[in-house]
């Protein structure tokens, strides 16, 4: 007759558990689909048959057990990097370059078996506060190759950065487009300060054809027409790191989708700052830069080079933190409220120059054409927050205006 195995409280056990005189933890044995004894522990009995539960359940859904108990983040990543060969060059080189510096010798060495939602979001909080960084498009696709491969049952990843969003929305608010003010404000800064004045061309470029970054700054003069007053976007230039030392170097890139490859209009301020530049270059040296076999690049810095999109950066902090000290002191002196700058990038400027041109032009298809919007949801979505604006602005103008009481 089979002897009754309990527990130190005279509880009975199951058939496979166990508690252990040694430690007081509780264990449950189980043969894995290789034959091999394997176990899973818990500091009591509850939790034990819980895990016990998942891991029946696991095996009757046919969620590959041994796998989920030995692979981890790192283990699913490299696989799923090596499954998409249509990765373009630069996108590759940039999750590589993210994933070895952020994510391989911390997150990455977790099971993937044992992570959770909270440790997901957990792990995004501390990229994005002391990092600045949004990981997503790398761990959201490596969980899901874990689910179809089934490995885990759920991408533990869903949802994260909706919740992420809502709680920085609630906290800081939405920062989208500058004002008209703070645009001005930036500008007029760059264009009266002895240091600063020589980012003038670039800034207003930016702000004046919405171009992302990397096509600005790869813009020759041979995109130029000055007869039509247009700017061809036909390419983008790129930093990423490369090799073993992942050093960073820039790169010629093609656009992503059909809409990038566009002709957008020449406004004269846009036209001045060309024009600025090209007698700049004309009197100091041509620049003779070569990228990937092309040259007769616009943009130069004062070493000869081409800047890179994290430099535009690093000078947009430098110029917001010496306008907001002069503002403060100003604002003080004059006894008036401070025209404060917010920290913003260079996509802001985008951002801010679409935002304008919804404020004047209504057709849809414009603004994407000039945008070099893929998704017309995009512009659309953009539209709304401008124009809701502007509502608002009319409601407050006729509520000054207007007594029906």
């Given at each position: 007759?089979?002897?009754t195995?309990?527990?130190?409280?005279?509880?009975?056990l199951?058939?496979?558990?166990?508690?252990?005189?040694?430690?007081?933890?509780y264990?449950?044995?189980y043969?894995?689909?290789?034959?091999?004894?394997?176990?899973?522990?818990?500091?009591?009995?509850?939790?034990?048959r819980?895990?016990?539960?998942r891991?029946?359940?696991?095996?009757?859904?046919?969620?590959?057990?041994?796998?989920?108990?030995?692979?981890?983040?790192?283990?699913?990543f490299?696989?799923?990097?090596?499954?998409?060969?249509?990765?373009?060059?630069?996108t590759r080189?940039?999750?590589?370059?993210?994933?070895?510096?952020f994510?391989?010798?911390?997150f990455?060495k977790k099971?993937?078996?044992?992570?959770?939602y909270?440790?997901?979001?957990?792990?995004?909080?501390?990229?994005?506060?002391?990092?600045?960084?949004?990981?997503?498009?790398?761990?959201?696709?490596?969980?899901?190759l874990?689910?179809?491969?089934e490995?885990?049952?759920?991408n533990?990843?869903?949802?994260?950065?909706?919740?992420?969003?809502?709680?920085?929305?609630?906290?800081?608010?939405?920062?989208?487009?500058?004002?008209i003010?703070?645009?001005?404000?930036f500008m007029?800064?760059?264009?009266?300060?002895?240091?600063?004045?020589?980012?003038?061309?670039?800034?207003?470029?930016?702000l004046?054809?919405?171009?992302?970054?990397?096509?600005?700054?790869?813009?020759?003069?041979?995109?130029?027409?000055?007869?039509?007053?247009?700017?061809?976007?036909n390419?983008?230039?790129?930093?990423?790191?490369?090799?073993?030392?992942?050093?960073?170097?820039?790169?010629?890139?093609?656009?992503?989708?059909e809409?990038?490859v566009r002709t957008i209009?020449?406004?004269?301020?846009?036209?001045?700052?060309?024009?600025?530049?090209?007698?700049?270059q004309?009197?100091?040296?041509?620049?003779?830069?070569?990228?990937?076999?092309?040259?007769?690049?616009?943009?130069?810095n004062?070493?000869?080079?081409?800047p890179?999109?994290?430099?535009?950066?690093?000078?947009?902090?430098?110029?917001i933190?010496?306008?907001?000290?002069?503002?403060?002191v100003?604002?003080?002196?004059?006894?008036?409220e401070a025209?404060l700058?917010?920290?913003?990038s260079?996509?802001h400027?985008?951002?801010t120059?679409?935002?304008?041109?919804?404020e004047k032009?209504?057709?849809l298809?414009?603004i994407?054409?000039?945008m070099?919007?893929?998704?017309?949801?995009?512009?659309?979505?953009?539209?709304?927050?401008?124009?809701?604006k502007k509502?608002?602005?009319s409601?407050e103008?006729?509520?000054a205006?207007?007594d029906?009481?």
């Open positions: 007759m089979a002897t195995r309990k527990d130190l409280r005279g509880r009975t199951r058939k496979g558990e166990m508690q252990r005189s040694s430690d007081k933890r264990a449950y044995s043969t894995d689909p290789l034959g091999r004894r394997k176990y899973i522990y818990a500091n009591d009995l509850v939790t034990l819980e895990k016990e539960a891991l029946t359940k696991d095996q009757m859904d046919g969620l590959d057990i041994y796998v989920a108990g030995k692979a981890t983040v790192n283990f699913v490299d696989r799923y990097m090596s499954l998409k060969t249509n990765l373009r060059q630069t080189s940039n999750y590589l370059y993210m994933y070895d510096r994510i391989r010798d911390t990455g099971k993937i078996a044992e992570i959770r909270s440790d997901v979001l957990q792990f995004y909080n501390y990229l994005l506060d002391k990092q600045g960084l949004q990981t997503n498009t790398l761990l959201h696709p490596t969980f899901q874990a689910v179809r491969d490995i885990v049952r759920k533990p990843t869903d949802g994260v950065m909706a919740e992420i969003k809502k709680s920085s929305e609630q906290t800081t608010g939405v920062r989208h487009a500058l004002t003010p703070q645009q001005r404000a007029e800064h760059i264009a009266n300060h002895p240091v600063y004045c020589h980012w003038w061309p670039l800034f207003t470029v930016l004046g054809t919405g171009c992302r970054i990397g096509e600005a700054l790869g813009l020759r003069w041979d995109d130029l027409d000055y007869e039509q007053r247009t700017i061809s976007i390419h983008s230039l790129v930093y990423y790191p490369v090799g073993e030392s992942r050093n960073s170097v820039l790169h010629i890139s093609k656009p992503k989708t809409a990038g209009p020449m406004f004269d301020t846009v036209k001045d700052a060309f024009e600025m530049l090209h007698e700049e004309k009197e100091s040296g041509w620049n003779d830069v070569e990228i990937d076999g092309m040259t007769g690049f616009i943009f130069c004062r070493f000869g080079n081409v890179n999109p994290q430099s535009v950066n690093r000078a947009i902090k430098r110029i933190a010496d306008y907001n000290a002069g503002e403060e100003g604002a003080k002196k004059q006894h008036r025209v700058l917010p920290d913003f260079a996509h400027l985008r951002h120059f679409c935002t304008r041109l919804c032009e209504t057709n298809k414009v994407q054409s000039v070099g919007h893929k998704d017309i949801q995009t512009t659309m979505d953009i539209y709304a927050e401008a124009t809701e509502k608002q602005e409601f103008r006729l509520a205006t207007l029906i009481f």
